[in-house]
């Protein structure tokens, strides 16, 4: 039996200042080819089928092959159209959650009483709770089994504030995502450079820090799988 995978999207499509968002195109696609060959994968989002994706993340990865591939790719898109409604997903049937990011999981995920009820599902049961970029707010509400937050006391990282002002975003997002890990009690850490790949295991709880970690996170979130 092959392991099962939940790539959980955003179903927002605007950020605060109006502006386009949605899921982070190699955020998806790095991952999902790294652990397509050995697992069965679903995508889910809070609102089902086609969830957005970032037009910009497409524009900005149009010279990157495993980007463009997943686009074009019949089977991905097949997913895409009949992705799960958050709602209709039972936990049980998973052996791990992965949370795209992109700016959306910030405006809905973070706040979805259905997602922090799914997170915390998967995290108590001890199975991959994984999440790269902004995809680690879609964590913001999950918690462990005596009701604290997943990230206290251990070690994650997200996109950094730093990066959030470089990409002069602070204003697209109810919250900075760095500081809510701390406010939460969670270790946060980050690469010693702004856009430098770095992932963070600390028991089933995996993160990675922005989209140059997309790749490093599948390989993780397989070493886990594989364990």
Request: glycine share 12%.
């Given at each position: 039996m092959s392991p099962r995978i939940l790539f959980v999207f955003t179903s927002a499509n605007k950020g605060l200042t109006g502006d386009p968002?949605?899921?982070y195109l190699p955020e998806a696609a790095h991952p999902f080819w790294i652990l397509s060959p050995h697992a069965e994968?679903?995508?889910a989002s809070p609102a089902g089928a086609n969830p957005p994706v970032d037009p910009g993340s497409v524009q900005a990865f149009k010279e990157d092959e495993e980007s463009t591939k997943f686009l074009e790719d019949p089977t991905v898109k097949q997913k895409l159209a009949s992705a799960k409604r958050l709602v209709d997903v039972d936990a049980k049937d998973y052996d791990a959650i992965f949370y795209v990011g992109g700016h959306g999981p910030v405006i809905d995920l973070a706040s979805?009483?259905?997602n922090a009820k799914l997170a915390s599902a998967f995290f108590q049961a001890g199975k991959i709770t994984a999440a790269v970029?902004?995809?680690p707010a879609a964590l913001v509400g999950a918690v462990d089994a005596q009701g604290e937050s997943i990230f206290k006391g251990r070690e994650a990282t997200g996109f950094s504030n730093v990066e959030e002002v470089k990409a002069d975003?602070?204003?697209v997002v109810p919250f900075l995502l760095e500081d809510r890990i701390k406010e939460l009690g969670g270790n946060y850490t980050?690469?010693?450079e702004a856009w430098a790949p770095k992932v963070v295991v600390s028991g089933n709880l995996?993160?990675?820090q922005n989209p140059s970690s997309a790749s490093p996170i599948g390989k993780e979130?397989?070493?886990?799988?594989q364990k």
């Open positions: 968002t949605g899921w994968i679903d995508f979805d009483p259905v970029c902004h995809g975003k602070v204003k980050k690469a010693d995996i993160t990675g979130i397989l070493k886990a799988l």
